[in-house]
């Protein structure tokens, strides 16, 4: 009798969530004279 392959289960790739980066505003400081 002929050999019956077997079916490869197809893993699930897990999706990374990419962390947005939150951008920091740069205060400027006014020299004092």
Do not use: H, Q
């Not at 050999?3 to 006014?30: I, R, V």
């Amino acid at each position: 009798p002929p050999k019956k392959k077997k079916k490869k289960k197809k893993k699930k790739k897990k999706k990374k969530k990419k962390k947005k980066k939150k951008k920091k505003k740069k205060k400027e400081k006014k020299k004092k004279k």
